[in-house]
Nanobody, 116 residues
Framework: QVQLVESGGGLVQPGESLTLSCAAS????????MGWYRQAPGKQREVVAE???????NYADSVKGRFTISRDYAKNGVNLEMNNLKPEDTAVYYC??????????WGQGTQVTVSR
């Protein structure tokens, strides 16, 4: 069983920065990838950034150059550094861990609100 816990969400003004963290607990018995997704009210959940073990990170076009995903090996997790935040970044951000060939696990989400 795998459990994910996100932290770091909050309310910021446009142009400010915020860093999200996700820590995984439980036993992981296979190769896995991790990523960040977000869902705004009335919209479908979309991928923000993913990082696959042994691979390069991938970003949604809307966040390229502003967001950086990185592994947090001490916590067996993943971080998302968000810079130059925009109102359209407002959403609930979810951490996902995919056990390749097995199952997906999701965190409960953390709210990010960017408002003037």
């Amino acid at each position: 069983q795998v459990q994910l816990v996100e932290s770091g969400g909050g309310l910021v003004q446009p142009g400010e920065s915020l860093t999200l963290s996700c820590a995984a607990s439980g036993s992981i018995f296979s190769m896995y990838s991790m990523g960040w997704y977000r869902q705004a009210p009335g919209k479908q959940r979309e991928v923000v950034a993913e990082i696959i073990s042994g691979g390069l990170p991938n970003y949604a076009d809307s966040v390229k150059g502003r967001f950086t995903i990185s592994r947090d090996y001490a916590k067996n997790g993943v971080n998302l550094e968000m810079n130059n935040l925009k109102p359209e970044d407002t959403a609930v951000y979810y951490c996902k861990l995919e056990l390749i060939g097995s199952a997906d696990y999701w965190g409960q989400g953390t709210q990010v609100t960017v408002s003037r």
